[in-house]
């Protein structure tokens, strides 16, 4: 038991050293208030310093498209385990990769990233407004779980977050989104302000920032495409996903379960998130 409790933590030592190379602490605050209120920055890409193609393992962008091609996805087809990864998911293994994988983000704590399996490089690409292409937010939503295996005990659904970020706030060239709880102080905001939250577009306050809203009256993501709604919002959107952040929140309405979905292309979806979970009670 030693042996592969050992081998274990080399794993994620080495998951933690790979993806720390390639993912700097951004330059410039996005929001001073954010880390004021106990929320972090967005990673910043920094160049790779090395590629597959020399027989080390990459260091910048491009490191968690690896991980998860090369890594997970040979381990799940040889072995039935999808380390380093917690989890991955093909929904044909028979004919081709295609499907996601669920790793623990690099700097620990309750902080996940579901990760497509095929290459895309972000909210930009084409084939996720494709009616055909798999519901990663659903997805993603399925997997907060995992949450409350970081920190002990459950986690309400008015807690948790799904974030894609801006891309000039990508710390990797893979799409990928997070799955993490919200800060104190947003999830009050936004337990506040739901009452007030249509289906229909429109401005709300969380936390200092500004960002459109609306509302899913439903208790899962299955059947809504995110981001065929933020195409729609308003003419030119589609043109400009990658400028957009894109979040799904839990939330529970006078009639029953449901989701706040904020969007906007100012401060970035990752800084109203805290790895700590101290809206739930944090871990212990």
Known sequence: MIGVRDELID???TLRNLLLGGAAVAAALLAPWALGAGGHTPKSAAPASSSPGDGSLPT?????RFIVQNQCVLDWKQHQNP???ERVTLFDAKTSDTGYAVLQDPDGGAHYLLVPTQTMPGLDSSELLDRDAPNYFAEAWHARDLLAKAIGHAV???DIALVVNTERARAYNQFHIHIECLRQDV???LRAAAPGIVDVWSPVSVGGATFQATRIASGSLDGSNLYESLAAMKPGTAQRLRDYTLIAVGAQFA????FIILTGTGPTGEILLDS???AAGGGG
């Open 11 to 13: 794993v994620r030592t």
């Open 60 to 64: 910048g962008p491009g490191a968690l």
């Open 83 to 85: 380390a380093p990864c």
């Open 156 to 158: 309400p659904r008015t």
């Open 187 to 189: 999830a009050d905001a």
């Open 255 to 258: 009639t029953g379960p449901g």
């Open 276 to 278: 700590t979970c101290e």
